[in-house]
Every structure is written in structure tokens, then in C-alpha cells.
């Protein structure tokens, strides 16, 4: 079994003094830095992806900002791979699906910004595609909602959607777990 990491959107706006900050995504930011790490030495496929806006009104991730660039928590070496794209979906209008299926990539292991939103999206779509997932939940960040009248605290929002996607759609794991799960299973 061939596994990829997926970093998404893990760039400067979400973070403090950026346009769109979540919450504690410091924090998810090092997780993250910890599967990249392991991943890198292994020499196994990552992909790092990147939201350019492009939609119109739009307050971050802002072509030519600093804000749209990747934090430096998780910045890509030279010759890794990043694809830019433009909708919550990783796969849609991209490279992606395309780059994992020559990777002969059976797996995906996920991680990143927003988990109600990219990581989300991009989990869903990879299951459609048929890849086993699995999502680091403790790297990924969410931001404080509201609906109907109502506030929802970024943690209830994290924890909401990653019992969605653990009850069909993959593995919801922490970084050690996930560390553990695929050493020697690259």
C-alpha cells in the first residue's frame, strides 16, 4: 500500500494576525510539521495544497498576499509538490487525483485548514475516489460558526465534523496514532 500526505491550506491568513485566523492553529500547524517530517524522511508521496482566492469579494487567501502563502510551520522544501486551488475541494480543478493515481497512491493520510470546510471536502472526495483515509485530527484547525442565531465553538465544530467523516468515510486518528499505523507500511 502506497500512502500520500495531503497538507491543506495550512498558509499565513489562518493564522494570528492573518484575515481568517481559526482556532489554535499553531498548534495544528506543528502536528502537521511532525507528519511532514515523518513522511519526508520516509521519502513517501505529500502533496502540500494551496487555496488561492479567486472568487469574487473574497477577504483571504488573496493571490500576491502574504496571507495566501504557506506557513513556514509546514513551507514545502524545493521539488515537493504543490498545487494551487481555488474551491474547498482539493481534487476539483486540479492536478491532484491525476499525480496520486501515478503515484500508485492507495491511501491518503489528511491533514490541515478548515476541518468543516477543505479537509472536509477533500476527505469526502478522496473516499469517492477511492482512496483509504485517514484524517490527523489533531492537525487540522476549525473557525467558530453560527447558524441560526446560534454560536458553535470551533472545538464543537472540529469534533462535529470529524465524527462525520470517522463514522464513513476513513480513519479520524491523532498524528502518533497515525505515526505508528503506517511506519513500516509506507
Known amino acids: 500500500m502506497t500512502t500520500a500526505l495531503i497538507l ?17 492553529p499553531i498548534a495544528a500547524s506543528l502536528r502537521a ?5 515523518h513522511f519526508r524522511q520516509a521519502r513517501w508521496p505529500l502533496v ?12 483571504t487567501m488573496l493571490p500576491g498576499t502574504v496571507g495566501v502563502e504557506i506557513h ?7 521539488g515537493e509538490v504543490v498545487f494551487q486551488k481555488h474551491y474547498p475541494n482539493s481534487f476539483r480543478d486540479t492536478p491532484l487525483l491525476d499525480h496520486l493515481r501515478r503515484e500508485g497512491v492507495t491511501r491518503v493520510v489528511i491533514c490541515g485548514m478548515q476541518t468543516n470546510m477543505c479537509v472536509d471536502a477533500t476527505t469526502r472526495a ?9 484524517v490527523a485530527h489533531d492537525a487540522c ?9 446560534q454560536v458553535i465553538p470551533a472545538p464543537q465544530v ?3 465534523f470529524l465524527a462525520a ?14 505515526i505508528t499505523e503506517i511506519s513500516g507500511h509506507g
Open 72 to 78: 513556514e510551520n509546514v513551507r514545502p522544501l524545493e
Open 165 to 178: 467523516l470517522g463514522a464513513s468515510y476513513g480513519k479520524v486518528l491523532s498524528v502518533e496514532e497515525i
Open 126 to 134: 478522496a473516499f469517492d475516489f477511492g482512496f483509504e483515509c485517514v
Open 48 to 59: 502540500h495544497i494551496q487555496h488561492v482566492a479567486i472568487k469574487p469579494g473574497a477577504k
Open 8 to 24: 491543506i491550506d495550512i498558509q499565513n491568513d489562518y493564522f494570528p494576525g492573518g484575515k481568517g485566523e481559526l482556532h489554535e
Open 33 to 37: 510539521r511532525q507528519l511532514l517530517d
Open 158 to 160: 472540529h469534533g462535529a
Open 141 to 149: 484547525a476549525a473557525r467558530t460558526l453560527t447558524f441560526q442565531g
